[in-house]
């Protein structure tokens, strides 16, 4: 027998698309100054969708600018509350010559949905609005009480969405996330993400003389900031990527061995990744770990890039004044992130060529973030996600960060059912990026299912 | 009792001056491609300066772009050739708003005439001019057999001008070169310049990722060609500057003890050198070397900059699929280009990071230059500098290249003169360039007497 939510969506499938459709044809790219006017309609969109499934208190905040959408709707007494997010600003769209069809002129083709945006976060963040409305139709009320919040600087940083959930933990509290910003580990796997790596991003200043040299003139007695941070920089992890900075791998933890064990479960095949993703002669990185683990697991250190010296065509024989190196830090959950930069800062105090200066600048530090599996939204969405898909969940982590995951850890104390209905070669940020719309539908589904059951624990 | 050609250049002042400043005006920029119409003006300006000195076959070679200015008198058989070098291209004004009095329009300040070009080198190249002026004036004749060759490009890499010398070793031959582009160690220290080093630039490309991978996805299981080139570059020389190539030093040979000697006698104060010159908290470089040694005779490695990673403002978590590095080596005379390239490739194909790979690519290579000392043209140039600037010659080397030199000794066999009157200060490539207008007269004077002198060797 079809659940009575699956045959609503079914019912309604034609119009849910066409209403992503208007949603994706607005071209809310927030880099983009000119886009201003387009980013206050997608929030306005946002807002009056929210408001026809009926989530009360619609708010535009910060409507001056990137306004952030809040709505909620809280007549569950006794029920958890659940807190939505998702963003409705997009990525810009270059190159446009690359895309088969226009960005923001949504077109289904082979039953995916092609548009900036489609993926991320506008068709994901439609799912959750959608599954409000088909619980309304079909049990008359809501399970769980709702709070939603959307932000349109998603794709700049999401500053304004951070300094708002640190200031407004009574508002915002609720008893889990939902957040739809991810992608399936694979085609018809419904995956559930725990475990995301936190970032530590630095810049790190050498100077050493007063003003540019010339190489001829001074090289060979005048101190280079470019060759020092190459100095510096190479010492502090080793060929292999072990990093060599003393105590910074004594918070990592292990993943625990279910875990461990349901990651060997998963279809990664080391060969394919190289060929397909990677595209390098061979893999790098800690002996003794899987890749999975390398990247999900333990903390690595890069180098994004060198500035301050030549670069350009041709030669210049130049020794810079100063020379800044763009460094960053993945951590893994445990790892605190004021440590790992302390340990830093000694590392490069310790290892400061001769006649350098070196300063180092935080630009950014957020921490890991472990999702319990055993608290009860995870295993519920774990349960309906295996239902609807037909096959069991797994659970994945991330190596990358997703900020406004640790944001609702950090100050709302509130973990992140990081559900989402993306596939690996979506493109995002890239031409011809697209979402399946049988995910979409089956997204929808999966979250109404989800609050309606999470909605009857006790 | 005043020696004739100072007397004439007594009697003479005001108008070499005008006519300097004449030439000086003409905005004769090479790296600007508006000033083609000036550059030929003043390739113009120096054909006709030189006809009326009383050089012959005046030509423009290559007259359609920037021109070479060529020009000989060749009627003193049994008597040496000297060729004349010097470039009448100029660097930019820039920044415009840094010159107190406007770049192209030449104005006398306490003893100095400040202008683009008037130190580096129309100021100097102009002394030949009016030294072979003064000469005929006073001896009816010229001593030596004269060839000129002054090139448009000096600024700008002069690639025309060593394919031209590559090209006419028979009609570019001759026993000295006189090159006036260099300066004076110190106010008033006549200074011959004897050695140069070479240069080889390099671009080592490392590529690893087929594209640029997100390093939170990544990071820890992808070779990262930015750390690579860093892993790679950090083990070609250690701490100290020692450079790690096998056999790199094999050729390099100590000064003479009487170079030596001189170089110790120089009034080089290296507490000085730091503060004013490179600003450092302290000098670097090879134990065991003074400062001058090591900028003059000792080889050196440098990394001008790293590009194709992510140096921009804020934050980019980029792992680029190749990065860039710009290096170089500073050669001493003896080392050959080609030995120090073949080292160079060994060295890279056998430090190459794992999962990289890595190309080395010539951007130009030439050797250093050592003129012996007990060539008659030196011997005779010392004795003259002494005589006019009344104290003894000092020896020195430069640490940077003066390619045309390298392409006289390489294609012609042909040993220059380094006889240069500019000052430490004189501001070449800044704002409010100068040429001190006591060296100019003294320059002309020191010219002349050293070609009349040299016409007397037997």
Not at 48 to 63: D, W, Y
Request: charged share 25%; aromatic share 8%.
């Amino acid at each position: 027998m079809t659940h009575p939510i699956d045959a609503y969506v079914e019912r309604n499938k034609e119009r849910f698309l066409e209403e992503l459709k208007e949603f994706l044809r607005i071209p809310s790219v927030s880099t983009d100054p000119e886009r201003r006017g387009d980013i206050q309609r997608a929030a306005e969109f946002v807002a009056a969708s929210l408001r026809q499934a009926g989530l009360e208190h619609v708010e535009l905040i910060g409507a001056e600018k990137f306004p952030l959408v809040y709505a909620d709707w809280l007549h569950a007494p006794g029920k958890p509350t659940v807190l939505c997010y998702g963003h409705y600003d997009v990525q810009p769209p270059d190159p446009l010559e690359a895309w088969a069809s226009p960005p923001f002129e949504p077109e289904v083709r082979d039953g995916n949905l092609y548009a900036r945006g489609s993926a991320d976060d506008k068709g994901q963040m439609y799912m959750h609005v959608k599954a409000v409305e088909a619980l309304r139709a079909v049990l008359g009320t809501l399970p769980v009480n709702l709070k939603f919040l959307v932000e349109g600087e998603e794709e700049i940083g999401g500053a304004p969405i951070a300094r708002y959930v640190a200031e407004n933990p009574e508002k915002l509290r609720a008893d889990a996330a939902l957040v739809s910003d991810t992608a399936l580990y694979a085609e018809g796997m419904p995956t559930l993400c725990v475990g995301l790596r936190g970032l530590i991003y630095l810049e790190v200043e050498a100077s050493g003389p007063a003003r540019d040299l010339h190489s001829g003139l001074y090289g060979g007695a005048a101190p280079n900031p470019v060759f020092g941070l190459i100095e510096l920089l190479a010492k502090v992890k080793d060929a292999q990527g072990v990093i060599r900075i003393p105590g910074i791998y004594d918070d990592v933890q292990p993943p625990a061995p279910a875990e461990k064990a349901s990651w060997e479960s998963l279809p990664f095949d080391e060969g394919e990744f190289l060929r397909t993703e990677v595209g390098s002669a061979k893999l790098t990185g800690e002996r003794g770990y899987s890749v999975l683990e390398r990247i999900w697991a333990r903390p690595a250190f890069e180098v994004h890039g060198i500035g301050g010296g030549f670069t350009g065509a041709g030669a210049k024989t130049v020794i810079p004044a100063t020379a800044t190196a763009k460094v960053s830090f993945r951590l893994v959950p445990k790892q605190d992130p004021e440590k790992v930069i302390a340990s830093f800062r000694k590392f490069v105090a310790e290892n400061t060529p001769e006649g350098m200066r070196v300063e180092v600048r935080v630009l950014s530090a957020a921490p890991g973030v472990l999702v319990d599996p055993e608290h009860p939204a995870i295993r519920v969405a774990a349960r309906v996600f295996g239902e609807v898909f037909g096959r069991p969940t797994v659970f994945i982590r991330d190596g990358a960060s997703v900020p406004i995951v640790g944001d609702f850890a950090m100050h709302l104390g509130v973990p992140s059912v990081m559900m989402g209905f993306g596939l690996p070669d979506d493109g995002l940020h890239a031409p011809n990026e697209k979402y399946c719309l049988k995910n979409y539908y089956q997204g929808i589904v999966t979250i109404a299912r989800f609050l309606e059951q999470y909605g009857q624990q006790t």
